[in-house]
């Protein structure tokens, strides 16, 4: 199997002089580190998919992870090209928003370990659904966690997406179509032929890139003001056309309630993610796992802090410069591209070539966890424990995971043009909206309360999903800035504040009654008898 890797290896090393002769001379340096970061995750692939030919292989790595490696890899799921691309377009457009966000993703992860790590790694093998099973009826359990899944996975896989069609455009001239084309191609390559075990070790090499260039632009760009951040954010100050406003709250200063929602879908978002609760899996015991979390929030909160350093310096060194801005003033290629154009201001074209390559394996390496957690939820949940569960093999589920690969490869591609306008950071956010409403109240209450019935969770997880779709349908994200309208129907962005207490309500309240009603049916066949 793992020798029909053997064709795209040669068709990625094929293509090197077809992407310089497209890049135009524009920046052969950018289009060597790429081909050059694409043949390594492609050779991490193969050398993985020797290792992949069983269900635990493929889904959890065996369970042999060690928590450090773990770490590394969980780690680079969280600081993905919303970090490096997105964060700093917001903080080069607003400022102070930026640094929320910031802030908000770097405490997700602690409350990852208090509230559920160790408990799921003690119940789950898999999947989410595997530790809801535990407890409450498989069937109903499984097909609504799937739907969940996939519909988180999906609005997350949006903002890799976007960040990656608009970093190629920007490097190689390619119309942004083709450029979702071929992410897409890749990311399908990796997770169809090495699993999880591929996934996590180019998600280890792509966070120790990005980590060190992170540290490398922050330095550079702390060099230019001497050392001092005080002349750094004055600096920016003076670019901004709000000037010292920028250093105060925009978007979320009209609403107590629109930040209150922010903050709770940053904070607890993470807790209810699918591709990162699945991380949990890879690792031998509950120690590694927590282990896992130590490295992954030692490396995150290192990161995060570099974006401070990073944001204030794309905007006062790129914002300023003609020589990045189009014809209305605005940062060439989007303000997604605004750390690419720093990183090309401090460094030249190598430096540019360097932070492109790194940026991009960033977004393979998140995109590949996505799609393979997707594709667990329709191979595992769905098909081998419902749909063919008197007749699937594991050999069997391997190839449904694969063919799910290449129908959420096909979506993701759609769903990246669709919103390819969007901040990627912003996108990830609407994620943890979703997480919020959904997995995580179920999680919760499967693990800490033992009233919790099937009814209750499907009432509740169903309630929370459908209204934190459909409200940020209805709300500013869809309705105004994809859809066009003048006015959101419904004001509050996310929809975090409105969604997560009904989801939790609803799950209890149903839970309650049935099991009055339990008891109330067994004295009335009682009787009858």
């Known amino acids: 199997m793992y020798r029909s890797l053997l ?19 524009m920046n052969p340096a950018a289009v060597t580190m790429f081909v050059a970061i694409v043949l390594v995750t492609l050779g991490i692939t193969w050398w993985a998919a020797r290792r992949a030919s069983s269900a635990d292989q493929f889904y959890a790595a065996g369970g042999q992870i060690s928590g450090f490696q773990n770490g590394i890899a969980l780690a680079g799921d969280m600081i993905s090209a919303g970090a490096l691309l997105g964060l700093a377009g917001l903080i080069c457009a607003s400022g102070f928003d930026g640094l929320i966000f910031a802030v908000g993703y770097a405490t997700g992860l602690p409350f990852v370990v208090f509230l559920v790590a160790e408990r799921l790694r003690k119940l789950g093998r898999y999947t989410v659904a595997d530790v809801l099973s535990t407890r409450l009826s498989e069937t109903p359990i499984r097909i609504f966690t799937a739907v969940a899944t996939l519909v988180i996975v999906m609005f997350y896989l949006i903002a890799q997406m976007v960040g990656a069609g608009q970093l190629i455009r920007l490097l190689f001239g390619l119309d942004y179509l083709y450029a979702q084309i071929l992410v897409g191609a890749l990311m399908i390559c990796y997770v169809m032929f090495g699993g999880m075990v591929a996934t996590t070790w180019v998600q280890i090499v792509k966070a120790v890139l990005l980590l060190s260039a992170g540290i490398a632009i922050s330095f550079l760009v702390l060099a230019s003001f001497g050392f001092n951040y005080d002349s750094l954010v004055a600096r920016a100050i003076a670019v901004h056309p709000k000037h010292d406003a920028i250093m105060m709250p925009q978007v979320y200063s009209g609403s107590v309630w629109q930040s209150v929602s922010l903050g709770m879908t940053l904070m607890l978002g993470t807790a209810g993610l699918p591709h990162v609760l699945m991380r949990f899996f890879t690792v031998p015991d509950a120690r590694a796992a927590r282990v896992s979390v130590f490295w992954a929030v030692m490396c995150q909160s290192g990161f995060f802090a570099l974006i401070f350093v990073i944001g204030f310096g794309a905007l006062a060194i790129v914002a300023g410069d003609p020589a990045y801005l189009d014809a209305k003033g605005a940062i060439r290629g989007g303000g997604n591209m605004a750390t690419i154009h720093l990183s090309h201001a401090l460094g030249g074209d190598t430096l540019m070539g360097l932070v492109s390559a790194v940026a991009f394996a960033t977004i393979l390496a998140v995109v590949a966890g996505l799609t393979l ?38 979506l993701s591609v759609l769903l990246g043009i669709a919103f390819q306008t969007q901040n990627v950071a912003y996108m990830i956010s609407l994620a943890y909206a979703v997480s919020c409403s959904s997995t995580l109240p179920l999680l919760i209450l499967a693990l800490y309360w033992g009233g919790l019935t099937t009814r209750g969770a499907i009432a509740g997880g169903v309630t929370g999903l459908v209204g934190a779709v459909l409200l940020t349908v209805l709300g500013p994200p869809v309705w105004v800035k994809v859809l066009g309208n003048a006015a959101p129907i419904f004001p509050l962005d996310p929809p975090t504040i409105v969604t997560m207490p009904v989801a939790f309500l609803t799950a209890f309240v149903v839970s309650v009654m049935d099991r009055r009603r339990a008891p109330a049916a067994a004295l009335s066949q009682a009787v009858s008898a």
């Open 7 to 25: 064709p795209a290896l040669a068709l990625a090393v094929a293509a090197t002089p077809a992407l310089a002769a497209d890049a135009g001379g």
């Open 373 to 410: 957690t997707g594709a667990s939820a329709v191979s595992h949940d769905l098909y081998a424990r419902i749909i063919g569960r008197r007749s699937a093999t594991e050999r069997s589920e391997i190839r449904i995971s694969r063919l799910a690969t290449v129908g959420l490869g096909v």
